[in-house]
């Protein structure tokens, strides 16, 4: 009897109608209310994928289509001063295997301050977000296209994400903010230093656990969400965050196989985020990040 009276009590949550400030504890006790707004179950609920949706079959089987196969095999071809890229440094394979770097893999969030070296974030990128082998795409009409293949998978191929790199202390390395080219394995200077200095101010570690002014690099996922969401409608978002994940996890399995650390970070102002790298935000926009160091 003692438990039921115990686990038969609730606290009462004051209503909404009632409340100026409304944690996201007071909304979950309120989730029967309709006056507050609910965008992360409505986005659940409008990238739902239902039997009989013709718009989203024709935009898909649409893809099939010589044009789009061609066009999706030319995806990294974007115009680049060839005399403005910096190649990557060379990086050797990693010491660690598969199974001892998913065991030993932690989150870091100190760091002694020290720079990693250009063939280390080299490593980290390339396992990331780099052309690993070449296939080809066969042609209604006739004939193949190559198309580019990638450690991590994209819904369709159609790759959304970019990987950004804020160069804080890197070895022999200015910083500043370098858009990775994959098809090129290269680095496209984007921003300098007053750059990477607008894009940590938008950064809230909150109790100073995450020591960002020791850290050496900030990998960006910067997403084109449109790309997928094309073919794919608004489901497509879903795919762009599977794809900022899988890479995310890729370069956090090659920093412990470095013997670095990283911690995955998402308390930044994304307004404050969007500005400092020049993008809109909607139709590019950042979507996580993943802080690189030398560990203590």
């Not at 990294?76 to 990693?94: H, I, K, N, T, V």
């Not at 450690?151 to 990775?180: I, K």
């Not at 300098?192 to 607008?198: F, I, L, M, R, Y």
């Not at 802080?291 to 203590?296: E, F, L």
Request: aromatic residues 6%; negative net charge.
């Amino acid at each position: 009897m003692s438990s039921v009276a115990s686990t038969a009590r609730r606290t009462i949550s004051p209503g909404l109608a009632g409340v100026g400030l409304r944690t996201h504890a007071l909304r979950l006790d309120n989730l029967s209310s309709d006056r507050f707004p609910r965008p992360a179950e409505e986005f659940l609920l409008a990238s739902r994928l239902r039997r009989c949706d013709r718009e989203t079959l024709l935009s898909i089987a649409s893809y099939a289509a010589d044009a789009e196969v061609v066009s999706r095999s030319r995806t990294d071809r974007e115009p680049q001063a060839g005399a403005d890229l910096l190649p990557l440094a060379e990086s050797g394979p990693l010491e660690a295997g598969l199974t001892a770097a998913l065991a030993s893999r932690r989150s870091v969030r100190t760091w002694s301050g020290e720079p990693v070296r250009q063939d280390e974030l080299a490593a980290v990128v390339r396992h990331a977000a780099s052309v690993s082998a070449e296939g080809v795409a066969d042609l209604m009409d006739g004939g193949s296209v190559p198309v580019a293949l990638r450690a991590t998978p994209s819904a369709g191929g159609l790759y959304p994400v970019q990987l950004w790199v804020a160069v804080l202390r890197v070895a022999d390395m200015e910083p500043g903010v370098l858009r990775y080219v994959p098809d090129r394995d290269a680095f496209a200077p984007h921003g300098g230093p007053e750059a990477v200095d607008s894009l940590l101010a938008s950064f809230d570690v909150q109790d100073g656990t995450v020591e960002l002014d020791r850290a050496a690099a900030v990998l960006l996922f910067v997403a084109r969400p449109w790309r997928t969401m094309r073919k794919y409608g608004p489901r497509g978002m879903r795919f762009v965050f599977h794809e900022a994940g899988a890479m995310a996890q890729n370069a956090h399995l090659a920093v412990t196989a470095l013997g670095l650390g990283a911690v995955d970070f998402s308390g930044f102002y994304d307004d404050e985020s969007n500005n400092a790298l020049d993008i809109d935000g909607v139709h590019e926009c950042l979507v996580h990040t993943v802080i690189v160091g030398t560990p203590r």
